[in-house]
């Protein structure tokens, strides 16, 4: 199969034209980054966004690896003398790897077994007779007698039988097509059976304890917590078919003549060949199946969580203080500006058991005045709430001497700040810090950019996943690494105050890279220009290319290195802009668009003049349009406070405003500003039937909820969206 073949098979299955396809892989061969692709490479492509671009690496990736896995299964078999060109076919028609490696198997170098070991005292002629069935006169002890050896360890007639249908099993179990039926029975008739190991145990697991559903129905998010279980040894997991329809699947394909004297023993190497090779192998084929399928759905909601998580709003342009909560370490103060430069930081100790509550409302009562504080950002973690009401009594108190004082409190999650304060990062950035001084400021710059600050956490402690420790690491990493990759491009990124941590998430740009900007950045100053990054070692024509339109420099010398516009488009732009007598104005490059709509011009033409395609002039008018557009600024704005809201207030029927925290397979959790996020569930979302979360809300959304219930004991709160 060709590579031409490979981009037909895509395109058909993405419901893509073939010449998107092969161009796409192109592009990709060539060391294009996806983002790249999807903004700089429209006409190429044919407008593919990234994700179609992914799909396209994704299904390239595959059927190049099953090509390669093809290769090396027809030269083993052609080694061994028994590739037929019935089979070599087979081999080249399959487009599945798992019915490749069935199709391999009876081939496959094999550890010893109970067929090879009875292969070895003789006994294959015999089950060839069994396996054959044209014998229907006389005794199968007989004929077996011929092969009694007892130098090979064959000492009756009956141990003879056995070991042939040894051989038989296995070559039963070698069949592609019994597998191949055998697996597609198994998904679609098959229960997952849970048991406890200890009925009388407590767990997280009960709900499992006696547990039985169809495999084919089962949803992802209880997979996972069935394995979880498994893994913790407090379930036993098991696949359960009924065998009998099983084996007479098999035995209606293995068994060609009722009257053979050998139908007996061949049966009985059936029900041997399932119960002891096959069921055990398809099992765990089934088992591995399922939970790679709720692995990806358990990822593709985290990637889903997490995209929506960067993309927050940024609060700009405000003095922030950000505190760290904690009882006996005391609460950590650090006070940022509008830049994130961090100014100045104490502990204080409004809690038990010191209970210094009056010095503690000193020390931030200076810091609001000294600094001209407008946010107070509190972490969500241990005594997040008491400090919560220590800000909103000060606040109080400084508002009733002062009513014009612009001074309000966010709960910021702080999931994986203590993470960062530990990290080569925070120490590098912080290093006359102690690493308890650094989460503070790491919540206080997650509220002004939360984009620029997360991206220094590995995504899996940031806390919007579900069971994001037990998928698979590889692909979690895999999957994770694209969204900030394509996050981050899509808000494009400022190369005079960015982070090495972001850089390094531009297109084109490694770590090293990143590295080598800052510190260029830091000797020689600020870069004036786009064109300037070149002289950053390591960064050559093709890295220049693949970052260059994602990074900004606000007050360049060149207007157009603040926007989106790549620099192999500057003529064009300029020829544009010149057309239209506004090379020297921008401030009228926000009515370029206005303007060509006006005078009637045909994009394909104007396209055209100016020597682009049409979606890279389209692009061109948009960032003129907005050229210092940010994506983050559409989305909803954080819900500042200046009071608290204790769980004790809460009453059923109660109207609030809240922020989606995490989105999972069975509902929402929303912070609505007491000591845990409340849960709307999946059937409280809408009057109509909601099937999945993602549909209806996204983390970072701002919602209207109801409560319905309130559990004080357990501190749990239940919500509804049915608020009308």
């Given at each position: 199969m060709?590579?031409?073949?490979?981009f037909q098979?895509i395109?058909e299955?993405l419901?893509l034209r073939?010449?998107?396809?092969?161009k796409?892989?192109?592009?990709?061969?060539?060391?294009n980054?996806?983002?790249?692709?999807?903004r700089?490479r429209?006409?190429?492509?044919g407008?593919?966004?990234e994700?179609?671009?992914?799909?396209?690496?994704d299904r390239?990736?595959?059927l190049?690896?099953?090509?390669?896995r093809?290769?090396t299964i027809?030269?083993?078999?052609?080694e061994?003398?028994?590739?037929?060109?019935?089979?070599?076919e087979k081999?080249?028609a399959?487009?599945?790897?798992?019915?490749?490696?069935?199709?391999y198997l009876p081939?496959k170098p094999k550890?010893?077994?109970?067929a090879?070991i009875a292969?070895?005292?003789?006994?294959?002629p015999?089950?060839?007779?069994m396996v054959?069935?044209s014998?229907?006169d006389g005794?199968?002890?007989?004929?077996?007698a011929q092969?009694?050896d007892?130098e090979k360890?064959?000492e009756?007639a009956?141990?003879a039988?056995?070991?042939?249908?040894?051989?038989?099993?296995?070559t039963?179990?070698?069949?592609a097509?019994?597998?191949?039926?055998i697996r597609e029975?198994?998904?679609?008739t098959?229960?997952?059976?849970?048991?406890?190991k200890?009925?009388?145990?407590?767990s997280?697991?009960e709900?499992y304890?006696?547990y039985s559903?169809?495999v084919?129905?089962i949803?992802?998010?209880r997979i996972?917590?069935?394995n979880r279980?498994e893994?913790?040894?407090i379930l036993?997991?098991?696949?359960e078919v009924?065998?009998?329809?099983m084996?007479?699947e098999?035995?209606t394909?293995?068994?060609?003549?009722?009257?053979?004297?050998f139908r007996?023993?061949i049966?009985?190497a059936?029900?041997d060949?399932?119960?002891?090779l096959?069921a055990?192998?398809?099992?765990?084929?089934v088992?591995?199946?399922?939970?790679?399928?709720?692995?990806d759905?358990?990822?593709n909601i985290f990637a889903t969580n997490?995209?929506?998580l960067?993309?927050?709003?940024?609060?700009?342009g405000?003095?922030?203080?950000g505190i760290d909560?904690a009882y006996?370490?005391?609460?950590?103060?650090?006070?940022?500006d509008?830049?994130g430069?961090?100014?100045?930081?104490?502990?204080?100790y409004p809690?038990?058991p010191?209970?210094?509550?009056?010095?503690?409302k000193s020390t931030l009562?200076?810091f609001?005045?000294?600094?001209?504080?407008?946010?107070?950002?509190?972490?969500?973690?241990?005594?997040s709430?008491e400090?919560?009401?220590?800000v909103?009594?000060?606040?109080?108190e400084?508002?009733?001497s002062?009513?014009d004082?612009?001074?309000v409190y966010?709960?910021?999650n702080?999931?994986?700040?203590s993470?960062?304060?530990a990290?080569?990062?925070a120490?590098?950035?912080?290093p006359e810090?102690?690493?308890s001084?650094?989460?503070?400021i790491?919540?206080?710059?997650?509220?002004?950019d939360?984009?620029?600050?997360?991206?220094?956490?590995?995504?899996?402690?940031?806390?919007?996943?579900l069971?994001?420790?037990d998928?698979n690491?590889?692909?979690?990493?895999s999957?994770?690494?694209?969204?900030?990759?394509?996050?981050?491009?899509?808000?494009?990124v400022?190369l005079?105050?960015?982070?090495?941590?972001?850089?390094?998430y531009?297109?084109?740009l490694?770590?090293?890279t990143a590295?080598?900007i800052?510190?260029?950045r830091?000797?020689?100053g600020?870069?004036q220009?786009r064109?300037?990054?070149?002289?950053v070692?390591g960064?050559g024509?093709i890295a220049?290319?693949?970052?260059?339109?994602?990074?900004?420099?606000?007050?360049g010398?060149?207007?157009?290195d603040?926007t989106g516009?790549?620099?192999?488009s500057?003529?064009?732009t300029?020829?544009l802009?010149?057309?239209f007598?506004m090379?020297?104005d921008?401030?009228?490059?926000r009515?370029?668009r206005?303007l060509?709509?006006?005078e009637r011009r045909d994009?394909a033409?104007l396209?055209?003049?100016?020597?682009v395609?049409?979606?890279?002039?389209?692009?061109?008018?948009s960032?003129?349009?907005?050229?210092?557009r940010?994506?983050?600024?559409?989305m909803p704005k954080?819900?500042?406070?200046?009071?608290v809201l204790k769980?004790?207030?809460l009453?059923?029927?109660?109207l609030?405003?809240?922020?989606?925290?995490?989105?999972?397979?069975f509902g929402?959790?929303v912070?609505i500003?007491?000591?845990?996020d409340?849960?709307v569930?999946?059937?409280?979302m809408s009057?109509?039937f909601?099937?999945?979360?993602?549909?209806?809300?996204a983390?970072g959304d701002v919602?209207?909820?109801?409560?319905i219930?309130v559990d004080l004991d357990?501190?749990?709160?239940?919500?509804?969206?049915?608020?009308?």
């Amino acid at each position: 199969m060709t590579e031409r073949d490979f981009f037909q098979i895509i395109a058909e299955e993405l419901n893509l034209r073939p010449i998107q396809v092969t161009k796409t892989v192109e592009l990709l061969d060539d060391g294009n980054t996806v983002p790249f692709i999807a903004r700089y490479r429209k006409e190429v492509t044919g407008s593919l966004d990234e994700e179609q671009i992914r799909d396209v690496e994704d299904r390239i990736k595959y059927l190049r690896m099953l090509q390669e896995r093809k290769e090396t299964i027809l030269n083993s078999i052609e080694e061994q003398g028994k590739l037929t060109p019935e089979l070599a076919e087979k081999i080249k028609a399959t487009m599945k790897m798992q019915e490749l490696e069935d199709l391999y198997l009876p081939y496959k170098p094999k550890k010893r077994t109970r067929a090879t070991i009875a292969k070895e005292k003789g006994l294959e002629p015999l089950a060839d007779k069994m396996v054959d069935q044209s014998i229907t006169d006389g005794d199968p002890l007989e004929i077996a007698a011929q092969f009694i050896d007892p130098e090979k360890g064959v000492e009756t007639a009956e141990e003879a039988l056995a070991g042939a249908r040894d051989i038989v099993a296995e070559t039963v179990s070698d069949d592609a097509e019994v597998r191949k039926a055998i697996r597609e029975r198994t998904r679609r008739t098959a229960f997952v059976v849970s048991k406890a190991k200890d009925p009388e145990a407590k767990s997280d697991y009960e709900m499992y304890y006696d547990y039985s559903e169809p495999v084919n129905k089962i949803p992802p998010h209880r997979i996972l917590a069935i394995n979880r279980g498994e893994r913790e040894k407090i379930l036993k997991v098991s696949i359960e078919v009924e065998e009998e329809v099983m084996v007479e699947e098999i035995t209606t394909r293995h068994i060609k003549n009722k009257d053979g004297i050998f139908r007996t023993e061949i049966e009985t190497a059936i029900v041997d060949s399932y119960k002891r090779l096959i069921a055990p192998s398809i099992e765990r084929e089934v088992r591995s199946d399922m939970s790679d399928i709720a692995d990806d759905h358990a990822i593709n909601i985290f990637a889903t969580n997490l995209k929506n998580l960067l993309m927050q709003p940024p609060v700009k342009g405000k003095m922030i203080m950000g505190i760290d909560p904690a009882y006996r370490t005391g609460c950590k103060v650090a006070i940022i500006d509008d830049t994130g430069k961090y100014l100045q930081g104490n502990t204080i100790y409004p809690h038990a058991p010191q209970n210094r509550i009056f010095e503690a409302k000193s020390t931030l009562r200076e810091f609001i005045e000294k600094y001209d504080i407008e946010i107070v950002a509190i972490g969500n973690g241990t005594a997040s709430r008491e400090t919560e009401s220590l800000v909103a009594d000060l606040i109080g108190e400084i508002k009733s001497s002062a009513p014009d004082k612009d001074l309000v409190y966010i709960i910021v999650n702080e999931a994986g700040a203590s993470v960062y304060s530990a990290s080569k990062v925070a120490k590098s950035e912080f290093p006359e810090l102690d690493a308890s001084q650094r989460g503070n400021i790491s919540i206080a710059r997650r509220l002004m950019d939360p984009l620029a600050e997360l991206v220094k956490i590995d995504p899996k402690h940031i806390g919007v996943g579900l069971y994001q420790h037990d998928v698979n690491q590889k692909n979690l990493d895999s999957a994770l690494g694209n969204v900030v990759e394509s996050t981050v491009n899509s808000v494009g990124v400022d190369l005079n105050t960015a982070s090495a941590s972001l850089l390094k998430y531009v297109s084109g740009l490694t770590s090293r890279t990143a590295e080598n900007i800052v510190k260029y950045r830091d000797e020689q100053g600020k870069f004036q220009s786009r064109s300037a990054l070149k002289k950053v070692s390591g960064v050559g024509e093709i890295a220049f290319q693949q970052a260059a339109g994602f990074l900004r420099i606000p007050d360049g010398k060149n207007m157009l290195d603040n926007t989106g516009i790549h620099p192999e488009s500057y003529n064009a732009t300029k020829k544009l802009l010149s057309m239209f007598d506004m090379e020297k104005d921008s401030t009228a490059w926000r009515q370029l668009r206005k303007l060509v709509r006006q005078e009637r011009r045909d994009l394909a033409t104007l396209a055209a003049d100016i020597g682009v395609g049409e979606p890279t002039l389209n692009d061109i008018l948009s960032d003129l349009e907005k050229p210092d557009r940010d994506p983050r600024d559409a989305m909803p704005k954080p819900i500042f406070k200046s009071d608290v809201l204790k769980i004790e207030d809460l009453r059923e029927g109660m109207l609030l405003k809240g922020t989606v925290r995490n989105v999972v397979d069975f509902g929402a959790f929303v912070d609505i500003g007491v000591k845990r996020d409340g849960l709307v569930h999946v059937s409280e979302m809408s009057d109509k039937f909601v099937k999945n979360p993602m549909d209806i809300v996204a983390v970072g959304d701002v919602v209207s909820v109801r409560v319905i219930n309130v559990d004080l004991d357990r501190g749990r709160v239940q919500l509804s969206m049915k608020v009308q």
